[in-house]
């Protein structure tokens, strides 16, 4: 609908249909919509903005212009070297060149012709430290966003999880967490928090929730309302059935709509950006070693309707998910958070690097550095499983720890813990003996891990793991923490722990596409008017997480992509 819902029976008559509504999806519409054509978004859930609303939102990006323009201007064979240091062969594929290429062009785009308004990551670093890595320079986001731009649209916005907001208040990635971590500790954070607070009471005064959107849920609202000004027709609670055929061509699709078939004719294509697999048992069962027979052993942060329609329908066309990447997940370790509504997955991506926290299988022995990639820590985590075992672990911090950053979805001082202990979301004990009694961990061996890295910890050292020793490590510790951002021994009791299962943030493996973004069959040849993007696409990275951002920018890149080869825009991949 723009502006009204749309209720015809009659074949909806369009340019290019787009199945899903997170970024990759949206870019897709707005490039395409841009430049003359008339789209349609078809989403399946009654909310828009997919996995990228409830995500950190940043981008990988190399070479883009606000580097640039902040006078960091690598070379192109800079980040080249880098990722064929992570993903070896994989990143000669044309598709890598395209990204590589297109990625910087796509940036420029989105500032000039849309609501999208970029801030840099010019400090975060590349995950991993070799040929080409870089300690900044190859990360965008956007600016937080006035929710009040969408109008009514704002209600049908996927909000973020509940975990990640106080109360409904959204709290953005960096310098601004950081003040919240601090707010007890320097007059300037409590500064900075005091004021965040009163702008949220105000909107919970006027408009009953919190208005000012920040990370990936700002770049979802920020895409939705350059949909919006460019004429995108937006269809919720509308999931794809079915793709319509014509001579080998993918013409349109027919849609469920208030319980209806509704034929869409789509005259230039349809792109495919519903989300990956995270939530398909069956596809689960087959791609994902741990998920078991039945699917049921993995455990998404992504939203529960990404099932994997985007891949059923393109295989329904002829195309195939590709099966040999590195990992079909981009995986995260999740605990199963309380909610009023049931447990929900939770995803720890920022408390596992902070000092006095470290990481223990029910062996009591730790098994990976806590500070590395939250990909890395779930593949460490599944190697240090005996076979046949449910692969879990337990996060464990002392009081200290827990007061300053917070366990998981339990929230650092003032906010009280009750909650989650009678739930038994949260584990205690007085000593580290009784915490091991109530985890079900060997207590001797929890102990002598603990005795052996508080002894490291306190010389800055981390003589198994390394920890601290990588620039992503440092960034994602405690600055104020010497000699070691990343280190601080565990002594203080009570003691906390949560229970950390192997999860992810979506999935990788995909159809199998070309460098514009075209669905390929079995045979390597293009689909006619099948494109995917975002995670319907078979990852560039191969299975591999090299960098935060890189689902979200090859992602918004290909949907850029893809829109300007719909619309005959010539593309520059090389």
């Known amino acids: 609908m723009t502006g009204r819902e749309q209720q015809s029976e009659a074949p909806i008559r369009c340019d290019v249909l787009v199945v899903g509504s997170g970024a990759a999806g949206l870019a897709a519409a707005v490039t395409a919509a841009h430049f003359g054509l008339k789209v349609v978004v078809a989403e399946k859930e009654p909310l828009f903005g997919g996995t990228t609303a409830i995500s950190g939102g940043w981008l990988w990006i190399p070479r883009n212009p606000l580097a640039v323009a902040a006078g960091i201007d690598e070379a192109a064979e800079t980040p080249l070297a880098y990722l064929r240091s992570e993903i070896g062969a994989g990143a000669e594929d044309a598709r890598m060149r395209a990204f590589l290429a297109t990625g910087p062009e796509m940036v420029s785009f ?79 954070s409590a500064l900075v928090v005091a004021r965040r607070f009163g702008r949220f009471a105000w909107d919970r005064m006027r408009h009953g929730r919190d208005m000012r959107l920040v990370n990936g849920n700002a770049l979802a ?190 929230k650092p001082f003032p906010f009280p813990t009750g909650g989650a202990i009678r739930a038994g979301y949260l584990r205690t004990g007085r000593t580290l003996g009784d915490l091991a009694a109530a985890c079900g961990i060997d207590a001797g061996a929890l102990g002598a891990t603990v005795e052996r890295f508080n002894a490291a910890a306190e010389r800055g050292e981390d003589p198994e793991f390394h920890r601290g020793r990588s620039r992503y490590n440092r960034i994602q510790g405690d600055a104020g923490q010497s000699p070691n951002p990343s280190l601080a021994p565990l002594r203080t009791g009570p003691f906390y722990a949560v229970r950390i299962v192997p999860g992810s943030l979506g999935t ?43 689902t979200l920018g090859p992602g918004m890149t290909f949907g850029y992509i893809a829109g300007c080869v719909l619309a005959g825009q010539i593309i520059h991949t090389n």
């Open 110 to 188: 989105f500032a000039e012709h849309s609501a999208v308004r970029w801030i840099d990551g010019n400090r975060i670093p590349d995950f991993h430290e070799g040929p080409g890595a870089a300690d900044g320079g190859r990360s965008v986001s956007v600016e937080p966003f006035d929710a009040r731009a969408l109008g009514e649209w704002f209600d049908h916005l996927r909000p973020p999880l509940p975990e990640a907001t106080v109360w409904g208040m959204a709290i953005q990635s960096g310098a601004e967490m950081g003040h919240f971590f601090n707010a007890t500790r320097r007059p300037a």
């Open 221 to 410: 609202a920020r895409l939705l309302r350059s949909a919006l000004d460019k004429g995108v027709t937006l269809l919720r609670e509308a999931p794809v059935t079915a793709l319509v055929e014509d001579q080998g061509r993918v013409t349109g699709a027919i849609l469920r709509s208030e319980g209806r078939a509704l034929s869409v004719e789509a005259a230039r294509g349809v792109v495919l950006a519903a989300g990956g697999f995270p939530h398909d048992r069956a596809r689960l069962a087959r791609l994902v070693p741990h998920a078991g027979p039945e699917g049921r052993g993995h455990h998404s942060a992504a939203p529960k309707g990404n099932t994997g329609d985007g891949l059923t329908l393109g295989e329904s066309a002829g195309a195939w998910v590709r099966d040999d990447l590195a990992s079909a997940a981009a995986l995260a370790p999740v605990s199963f958070a309380p909610r009023r509504d049931g447990p929900g997955n939770f995803p720890h991506l920022v408390e596992r690097a902070k000092p006095g926290i470290i990481a223990v299988t029910p062996d009591g022995r730790r098994f990976v550095n806590e500070a590395d990639s939250y990909h890395d820590f779930v593949s460490a985590l599944l190697k240090a499983t005996p076979p046949g075992s449910e692969p879990h672990c337990w996060l464990i911090a002392d009081a200290a720890a827990r007061r300053r950053w917070g366990l998981g979805a339990v």
């Open 508 to 550: 990788f493996a995909g159809l199998a596409t070309d460098a514009a973004a075209r669905v390929l069959d079995r045979d390597g040849a293009p689909i006619p008017g099948l494109f995917a993007a975002g995670n319907d696409m078979s990852s560039i990275m191969n299975g591999h997480y090299p960098s935060g951002g890189i």
